[in-house]
């Protein structure tokens, strides 16, 4: 298949030497327009139809505005658009089946249908002005258990009855007021001295009596008061409705962002987040029994380990000594049911996000039992595992006894089997390399799994048996491959691409080393003219002894000059093997090359891909390891390039417009200028889903924020700094360089600029404004780095 592929990727690639160079040389304009014009647009959002025949996506081969959706015909081996009104009707990839996969039920347009996979026959269930969502099968799978405003409904699919199962209401319940005891003493009078009203109220009495045994069965009135309602669920028996109750704390501050110019021709201000530290919203785990027709709260305080107190605290005597008896706030998913019905288990992740429990769910004795407990005094995290607190990672059902679940036990995220009798737990794969997604084959015979195990710039896709053991490979080429399963796992989807060529399409028999057939081709002409080289993937050796992968775009003619570009984070990686989703930075880096720089960009410690140490690399000290790991890199492109040092710069966005902020403030001399893209400058001042994790809370680590904000070290400040910020950015508020500016007026710094864009988000839209970024970027390193 390796060299197939190879083979028709040549083809797409058109043999580059024989085109006209109709790109001819590179500039800052020409790379920066809009990438669907000239560049292409891949296929995306890619699923199969019921049938396995055929493959739909999305793809823009037009050069309109927004994508469109395409079909690929197996049969007839051809694509085409899919119009308008057939794509009304379609069925959508996401749904949830019965146990034979027969039926499939799904919501559209805020309505619930339901599909026969045998004949592909639709029938819509309902046709309403509400909205009806997360569809699922009764334990019986005679009903579709829905939502709809908060509550749950079941329609029959034999009678078509719909039945309200859950009363969640809004608000406090009123309550009849009490008489005082000088009324109660005069109604009780009134009552002994005259017949009639004692025998208007008697029969009163008794005609309420009759009424409220013949009103209809409902379901308990459940009052919310503040609180709100989610992840409802019945279990399969149809007894327990399972719900996590929110309420939000209303100290907690919301931040705004003005935007300036704007059609109304006013300033407005939209409304963001919140910043790290700002009072959590707190969760509560609920069970109603609709046979006892009762609701009791889930008890969390004999979780094991539900007190443990981090580490860090060690370095705040006050606050570890006042730690006594706590007890960590936790939010809880699921429940996951097995499909006998006989067994459930939930996810139980602390707020502080230092453990994740899975433990088995009674709903009738309202206990929890553990399974498994992983614990990191940094933050739980990893690829399957999720890194915030709502995230319930990839978890299931093998069988009616055993669950599999991931986990970074040894370091990486690992598949796991775990029995829920006996509690063995069973490891199934293992290596220094990362389980990066997990399906199970419809006979719950095999796993279906995406590792990088070949490499850590590649991803490719496996099949292995549940039991674990040997694993076949069933993707060849060298980068990534995202797969999907057709309905019949006879065929895979597979989205491809390697580093120098964008994803497109392809399809192949799901065995080992079959052919794979590329479906699309959706770059131009134009952009296939230049001869994209293709970076180096390297090693380097950090400081501490660790093996650092990095790109490196070679000049053919070196100036002795370099670029370091610093990914963005978010928990990714760039050192990789398949097209990057830093395309425009790809490009300029060979508009840099072409001009003798030599480029490196490296994937510094908390990027993706390499292990939990490596993740947790920068806890409690961003711009330490991460930073170093760079500054490393800088040393070794004297040593291996010849570089001089004082000709190196650095530039990136994001958390890589942080680093270069640390950068240029605390190793002098190492970067001679940098440009430092919408960056965090007041770690602060950001959200607190990502912050907390690494640095935990302000008010509680303040240590971790004065050593890892840009704002507190401003005064090292050596070289030429550029500042780009979007003016509208609600995810890196350009408050942050705003901040940083002031800071420099007072520190009487002049060595620093900033270009602010007016209407751009944290991620650019606007070719114009791109353009004039990059041309800021290399004007900078073309007169600093002379």
Same mark, same amino acid.
């Given at each position: ?16 030497? &024989? ?249 407005? @201000? ?226 491809? =691409? ?24 959706? &770059?131009? #002409? ?16 950090? =400081? ?84 170093? @790991? ?115 007026? #007072? ?12 209407? #751009? ?26």
């Amino acid at each position: 298949m390796k060299n197939i592929l190879s083979a028709t990727l040549l083809l797409l690639g058109l043999a580059q030497s &024989t085109l006209a160079q109709k790109l001819g040389p590179l500039t800052v304009e020409k790379i920066m327009r809009d990438p669907k014009t000239w560049i292409g647009t891949s296929p995306s959002n890619v699923w199969w139809g019921e049938d396995s025949k055929t493959i739909y996506f999305q793809w823009n081969p037009d050069k309109a505005p927004a994508d469109s959706l395409y079909q690929y015909s197996l049969s007839e081996q051809k694509i085409s658009k899919v119009p308008f009104a057939t794509r009304r009707q379609l069925p959508p990839a996401q749904g949830t089946y019965n146990r034979m996969r027969t039926l499939k039920a799904y919501t559209q347009n805020g309505d619930l249908y339901l599909l026969d996979t045998r004949t592909q026959q639709v029938r819509q269930l309902t046709n309403t002005v509400g909205t009806e969502g997360s569809p699922a099968f009764s334990g019986d799978e005679q009903s579709i258990i829905f939502d709809q405003d908060n509550n749950l409904y079941s329609i029959h699919l034999s009678t078509g009855l719909v039945t309200q199962l859950t009363d969640f209401k809004a608000g406090k319940k009123k309550e009849d007021s009490k008489p005082s005891d000088d009324q109660k003493w005069l109604k009780e009078d009134q009552l002994a001295l005259f017949e009639v009203l004692k025998e208007r109220k008697e029969k009163k009495d008794a005609g309420k009596k009759i009424a409220e045994a013949e009103k209809p069965k409902r379901p308990k009135e459940i009052y919310l008061g503040e609180k709100r309602v989610n992840g409802a669920r019945l279990s399969p028996d149809g007894r327990f409705v399972t719900y996590r109750l929110a309420e939000p704390d209303k100290k907690a501050k919301s931040t705004i962002v003005p935007n300036y110019v704007t059609e109304s021709g006013f300033t407005e @201000d939209i409304q963001a987040r919140t910043k790290v530290g700002a009072p959590l919203t707190s969760y509560e785990f609920w069970v109603y029994d609709i046979q006892k027709d009762t609701t009791r709260q889930l008890s969390t305080k004999t979780i094991p380990g539900i007190g443990d107190k981090p580490d860090y605290l060690k370095d705040y005597p006050k606050q570890d000594s006042a730690w006594k008896n706590k007890v960590r706030d936790v939010i809880i998913s699921g429940p996951f049911w097995s499909e006998d019905g006989q067994s459930a288990m939930v996810v139980v992740r602390s707020q502080d996000n230092k453990d994740r429990w899975i433990m088995a769910l009674n709903p009738d004795s309202l206990t929890l039992r553990p399974l498994d407990r992983q614990r990191d005094e940094a933050w739980i995290g990893g690829p399957g595992i999720g890194s915030y607190a709502v995230s319930a990672g990839e978890i299931g059902w093998v069988n009616n006894q055993t669950i599999y679940f991931q986990s970074e036990a040894d370091g990486y995220s690992h598949l796991y089997t775990l029995d829920v009798k006996s509690g063995k737990k069973t490891q199934l794969t293992q290596g220094k390399f990362e389980v990066l997604g997990v399906q199970l084959s419809r006979d719950k015979k095999n796993f279906y799994l995406t590792t990088n195990e070949v490499h850590p710039g590649e991803q490719h896709f496996y099949r292995m048996a549940v039991t674990g053991g040997a694993r076949e490979r069933l993707t060849q080429a060298v980068g990534a491959h995202d797969v999907v399963l057709s309905p019949d796992e006879s065929r895979l989807a597979v989205r491809y =691409s390697n580093s120098n060529t964008p994803w497109e399409l392809f399809v192949q028999e799901n065995k080992p080393a079959a052919e794979s057939k590329v479906i699309t081709q959706s &770059t131009t #002409e134009e952009f296939r003219s230049y001869a994209w080289r293709e970076a180096k993937v390297v090693t380097f050796k950090a =400081s501490d002894g660790a093996d650092v992968y990095a790109r490196v775009y070679e000049p053919r003619k070196a100036n002795g000059r370099a670029v370091i570009f610093v990914h963005g984070a978010g928990y990714l990686q760039n050192a990789h093997k398949w097209w990057s989703q830093y395309f425009r930075e790809y490009m300029f880096h060979h508009l840099l090359a072409d001009q003798g720089y030599t480029v490196l960009d490296l994937d510094y410690r908390a990027s993706a891909g390499y292990g939990r140490d490596w993740r947790t690399g920068i806890y409690r000290h961003m711009g330490g390891k991460d930073l170093t @790991d760079n500054v490393d890199g800088a040393k070794w492109l004297v040593s291996k390039y010849g570089i001089k040092p004082n000709k190196i710069g650095v530039y990136g966005g994001s958390y890589g417009g942080f680093i270069t902020l640390m950068g240029m403030f605390t190793t002098p001399g190492v970067f001679a200028a940098g440009a430092a893209l919408r960056p965090v400058t007041d770690w602060a001042a950001y959200n607190h889903p990502y912050t907390a994790n690494i640095l935990n809370e302000p008010q509680a680590d303040s240590l971790a924020y004065r050593r890892s904000s840009p704002l507190y070290h401003a005064n090292g400040l050596k070289g030429h700094l550029l500042m780009c910020h979007g003016m509208v950015d609600v995810n890196v508020h350009f408050q942050d360089v705003v901040r940083l500016s002031q800071r420099f007026i #007072e520190l009487g710094k002049d060595n620093w600029e900033l270009a602010a864009y007016p209407m #751009e988000d944290h991620g650019f839209v606007e070719a114009s404004s791109w353009t004039d970024e990059y041309k800021r970027i290399l004007k900078l390193f073309d007169e600093r780095l002379r």
